[in-house]
């Protein structure tokens, strides 16, 4: 009685805490409707005034060089990779009307502080500093294509201008989006010395990370001078399309390009320093027959979206790679708040599942925790006994046993054509003993019919006689 009761209680605390979850998601949910300042606001678009006495004046910075090297991963240099960037983008820009083109430095062997090169974008009076770059992360979990900006004034939101260019020029590449961010150090200025120094000279400026060298996802996108050289032409392209720049030489002309549009006077751009609101997931199924189960994943942050999702399925010892939060939409700040997925169980194991959701800003919540699962035992599959497959089988598993000299590859499929030749022997040898019953009936018809006829032969011969 006693134990039933506490059980009784237990589900009791179970259900109401799902349902006290569900509560906070549903006012969450609300608060974020009524109360969440809104990410972009569309407006009358105003293009940014050029204070350049007719002449547009811009710096690219290649990032690192000298002793500064920058990422250093598995071959890739960032101190190199910026510095063909940089060059392919200087040319591509110079190809324009009505632009003059700096670079901080163009030996990839001069290390400039940070300071020097916001300097030096003063002394040339320029309009807008780019500064190159290429990403990694600790554990090599993050992929994708950023761009920081100054947090304040006009820098952030020419910055943000800018970036939404850049970022479509990036998603048009194939890049996964992490968009644009500002982040602030402890004295609650930016975080980044570059925009942080452009800043004090209303400079605006953009930190491009074009992606991450030391993630598999990225990598095809920078492993060659080819790939390095169009990440520049794209730089420029986008550069062209927010100044509104045409060139006769390359046949094209971006006076009307449309910026996105913004009502003056908000910040655009605002770091999230907090960690999403809630992670929860839910047991959908679980599918025995294919060793999978289905989950129900919610999350909800209002500062940013969700870029990614990594699960446990030793309750929260390991983790997968990040993986990326199935249609979320970075520059509109939005993700979904929920979504299904299915989990591969391997053989022998019941899991116990846990998420995480991770923002954009790389901060995760950790979910509850899913139990009570039976083992996965897997079955091996039934495989159809035609002829030819069966013969196919065979040749692959003797070029298999042709590389592998102890032969174990953990094969059970040899055992098959063995069963199906004792199969084929069983079935002759019914066949066969059908045949001989048969034929000792047959023969014993045949001897009846052969005795009956002489007795009646006798008896005829008797009745002559
Ligand atoms: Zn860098």
Not at 82 to 103: C, G, H, P, Q, R
Not at 280 to 295: L, T
Not at 362 to 389: A, I, K, M, W
Request: charged share 25%; hydrophobic share 35%.
């Amino acid at each position: 009685m006693k134990n039933k009761a506490i059980k009784k209680n237990k589900d009791i605390s179970k259900i109401s805490s799902k349902v006290f979850i569900w509560m906070q998601v549903t006012v969450l949910l609300l608060c974020g409707i009524f109360f969440a300042p809104p990410l972009q606001v569309m407006a009358e678009g105003f293009r940014y005034t050029l204070d350049t006495d007719g002449e547009l004046i811009i710096v690219i910075d290649p990032g690192h060089g000298g002793g500064n090297l920058g990422a250093d991963y598995n071959g890739f240099l960032e101190k190199e990779m910026n510095m063909t960037v940089a060059n392919a983008m200087y040319e591509e820009l110079s190809k324009y009307e009505d632009i003059t083109v700096y670079m901080t430095h163009t030996d990839v062997e001069t290390d400039m502080s940070i300071k020097e090169r916001a300097e030096f974008a003063n002394s040339v009076n320029a309009d807008f500093v780019f500064c190159l770059h290429f990403n990694m992360s600790p554990d090599n979990k993050l992929f994708g294509s950023e761009v920081w900006v100054s947090a304040f004034g006009e820098e952030n939101r020419e910055g943000y201008r800018f970036s939404c260019v850049q970022m479509e020029t990036m998603k048009e590449m194939g890049l996964f989006l992490r968009g644009v961010k500002t982040r602030f150090n402890d004295k609650g200025t930016d975080y980044y010395g570059i925009l942080r120094y452009c800043e004090e000279y209303d400079i605006p400026a953009a930190l491009i990370e074009h992606c991450h060298i030391d993630h598999a996802t990225d990598v095809e996108f920078c492993d060659s001078e080819e790939d390095l050289i169009a990440f520049g032409i794209a730089d420029a392209t986008s550069v062209a399309k927010y100044f509104g720049l045409s060139s006769e030489e390359l046949d094209v002309d971006y006076s009307d390009y449309e910026l996105v549009t913004l009502t003056p006077g908000s910040l655009y751009v605002q770091a999230d320093t907090s960690d999403p609101d809630i992670c929860m997931i839910e047991k959908n199924y679980e599918d025995m027959d294919r060793d999978v189960i289905g989950v129900t994943v919610t999350a909800v942050d209002y500062d940013s979206p969700m870029l990614y999702y990594s699960y446990s399925i030793d309750g929260g010892l390991t983790y997968t790679p990040y993986l990326s939060w199935p249609e979320t939409d970075v520059m509109a700040g939005k993700s979904p708040d929920t979504f299904t997925f299915e989990i591969e169980v391997p053989d022998g194991v019941s899991p116990a599942v846990k998420m995480r959701a991770i923002n954009q800003y790389d901060r995760y919540t950790e979910s509850n925790l899913l139990e009570g699962y039976p083992v996965f035992v897997h079955t091996p599959q039934e495989v159809p006994v035609e002829d030819t497959l069966v013969s196919e089988e065979t040749t692959e598993l003797e070029d298999v046993s042709q590389g592998d000299a102890s032969g174990n590859g953990g094969f059970k499929a040899p055992e098959r054509p063995v069963k199906e030749e004792e199969g084929i022997a069983f079935g002759n040898f019914l066949k066969l003993c059908l045949i001989v019953v048969i034929l000792i009936v047959v023969f014993l018809l045949i001897s009846n019919l052969i005795t009956s006829f002489r007795r009646s032969q006798r008896r005829k011969k008797r009745k002559r006689k």
